[in-house]
């Protein structure tokens, strides 16, 4: 299991009254890529908000890379200013695309990578280079989601997948370990899908770590090394694709996978 | 005469100007700090904010002018009153951080979660997230609201002459007592008209500058 980078160990969230999940636990392979399901309500955008610090888990903790970024009863890995970058060894796609809509594409990309830069030692003495760097690679990111021509486009006048194509480059812009996606094509029209989800398999391709809540079940099929089928607040089965999408064991799994079929 | 009226309505003018200039100034600041109070998650200074802004936008001006001028020396008699002037300033900028603080407010709370929340998981600080990001958005979105309620100012400051300060509506209506003329009276409209135009298309530039990107 030395391949594994995250790990997420008996988490628990509740908001109140509401528990949303208890006691979830399960682990992620370096450069492959696990789908999560499940119905509405069931907790997913709410687990991947607690990986990306936008939440705070109840109980558990969460591993990266073996060294644990979060205890529930550890406060000392609560510090705000810790919190800040931990956060980067997450990245995550929205829905609703999230662009900074005064920002060009390109300059969507770029902002967060050059603040963070100025907390470099030697960012005074290289900030040319420094700077000329993040660009360059902002345009390789933007080239690589295929909106190469759209460098100096605000974000009002892409369309909405173009928009998200954007927002991936911008999550991939930081460098994460796990890329996190909460169903990034569901505000979409159903002609722009497509253009996201081949942007999304490329990238399965050169095994970026990633962690997807979708309800495109053919794409988690085709994707996905991993699939987490999660229904109000647990995890009933988890397996390669070819097992929980195709062939469940579960009966809840299929009678969930049933109502998206047909 | 038409030239001695002009100039004593500009003598008037300079006082409406004044107390615009005056008012505006103070109160953009003062707004803020009001904004953040009725926003704050500090219940009990939540309360006392929302309730100040409500009994200031819920009173008439002209009675806050008579309270701050006359009040404080019926309250106690030691007190000298301030100059009536200052009065007034007092009145206006107390008035207009409260209308203000309520178009900031809200401008801030249009902002979508997800824009600090997209900043966040980018790993920028909440100073950055501020200005790099929430700034200019709330700024578009307060524009138009600013600029209605700053040309509402530009006609309120003649509310003024209410403890006699001789602004330029004042200064119309002396003529008619003194030389029983009434067109200096309707030609101080023309002064309000040519503000206001000029603010409008100020803000009209502030606008278009702003044009750029859509919220
Ligand atoms: N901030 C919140 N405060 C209170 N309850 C919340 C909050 N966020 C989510 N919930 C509740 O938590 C539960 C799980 O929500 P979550 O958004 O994680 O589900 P989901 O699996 O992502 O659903 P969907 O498929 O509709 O996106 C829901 O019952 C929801 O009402
Ligand atoms: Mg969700």
Redesign the pocket.
């Known amino acids: 299991m030395e391949n594994t980078i995250l790990e997420v160990r008996s988490l628990s969230k509740s908001f109140g009254k509401v528990e949303v999940f208890d006691d979830i636990s399960f682990s992620l392979e370096k450069g492959s890529v696990m789908a999560m399901i499940g119905a ?1 309500g069931s907790g ?3 687990m ?1 908000r607690c990986l990306n610090f936008l939440e705070t888990p109840d109980e558990g903790q969460i591993l990266v890379n073996g060294e644990c970024i979060y205890d529930a009863l550890d406060s000392s890995t609560h510090q705000e200013k810790d919190i800040r970058h931990k956060r980067l060894h997450f990245g995550l796609v929205f ?1 609703s695309f999230n662009l900074f809509p005064q920002y060009t594409a390109l300059r969507n990309v770029t902002l967060a990578c050059e603040l963070l830069a100025t907390e470099n030692s030697d960012y005074r003495t290289g900030r040319s280079r420094i700077i000329s760097d993040i660009n360059s690679r902002a345009r390789n990111l933007l080239d690589q989601v295929g909106l190469s021509d759209k460098l100096d486009s605000f974000p009002h006048q892409l369309s909405g997948g173009q928009q998200q194509r954007v927002a991936i480059a911008r999550a991939l812009a930081m460098k994460p370990d796990i890329l996190c996606f ?2 990034p094509t569901s505000a979409l029209d159903p002609e722009l899908t497509g253009e996201v989800l081949k942007v999304i398999k490329s990238l399965a391709e050169v095994h970026t770590t990633m962690l997807i ?1 979708t309800h495109e079940m053919s794409f988690a099929r085709d994707v996905a090394d991993n699939v987490v089928f999660m229904d109000s607040g647990a995890i009933v089965e988890q397996g390669p694709p070819s097992q929980v999408i195709s062939n469940p064991r579960e009966s809840r799994t299929r009678q969930f996978l049933d109502r998206y079929l047909e | 005469m038409f030239w001695t009226v002009t100039g004593k309505l500009l003598d008037g003018f300079a006082l409406t100007c004044l107390i615009f200039v005056v008012t505006l100034f103070f109160s953009l600041i003062l707004g803020l700090p009001v904004a953040f109070g009725s926003m704050s998650r500090f219940k009990p200074l939540r309360w006392l904010t929302r309730t100040f802004v409500w009994v200031i936008r819920g009173t008439p001006l002209m009675l806050q002018v008579i309270i701050v001028f006359y009040g404080p020396s019926l309250i106690w008699e030691r007190v000298t009153p301030l100059s009536r002037m200052t009065a007034v300033l007092v009145a206006f900028v107390i008035n207009y951080s409260a209308y203000f603080s309520e178009i900031y407010r809200g401008g801030i709370e249009a902002i979508p979660k997800g824009q600090y929340e997209a900043a966040q998981t980018l790993g920028m600080t909440k100073v950055q997230i501020f200005f790099r990001v929430v700034l200019v958005q709330v700024v578009k979105r307060i524009v138009p609201p600013m600029s209605n309620e700053i040309l509402t100012l530009v006609k309120d400051t003649s509310l003024a002459r209410i403890i006699a300060i001789k602004e330029v509506i004042w200064m119309g209506q002396e003529f008619i007592a003194s030389r029983a003329l009434l067109w200096p009276l309707f030609y101080t409209g023309a002064f309000y008209l040519v503000f206001c135009g000029l603010l409008t298309l100020i803000f009209g530039k502030i606008e278009k500058k702003l044009d750029y990107f859509k919220v």
């Open positions: 509405s997913k955008t709410t991947l829905q909460d169903e809540v």
